[in-house]
């Protein structure tokens, strides 16, 4: 029996994409390339437990309040400390470099 699973995927990374681009512009000082943005979104990802769905409706409904609250504070941490966490990388490299 063939499945396609296409239609899964981590919630999160959506939401972190999204927190990624609005951020972006804060940090116009590290001359931020496609794949530093692409980086930052690995490291925020990583930090957070995944949570796959099929839906972004189903899981919404399943959600409190307080729930879409702390999901949404703990993207922000995630994101706001991949963004330092590349700027430190980077900046190490150009000493080294």
Do not use: W
Request: proline share 3%; hydrophobic share 45%; charged share 25%.
């Amino acid at each position: 029996m063939a499945q396609d699973f296409s239609s899964l995927y981590n919630h999160h990374e959506r939401e972190v994409f999204a927190k990624v681009m609005e951020v972006a512009p804060q940090y116009g000082h590290l001359e931020l390339s496609g794949d530093m943005l692409c980086d930052i979104a690995c490291v925020a990802l990583n930090r957070l437990p995944p949570r796959y769905i099929r839906h972004e409706v189903d899981f919404a409904f399943y959600l409190t309040e307080h729930e879409r609250a702390e999901i949404d504070s703990a993207i922000a941490e995630a994101v706001s400390y991949a963004f330092n966490f590349v700027e430190a990388r980077t900046a190490l490299r150009s000493r080294a470099g």
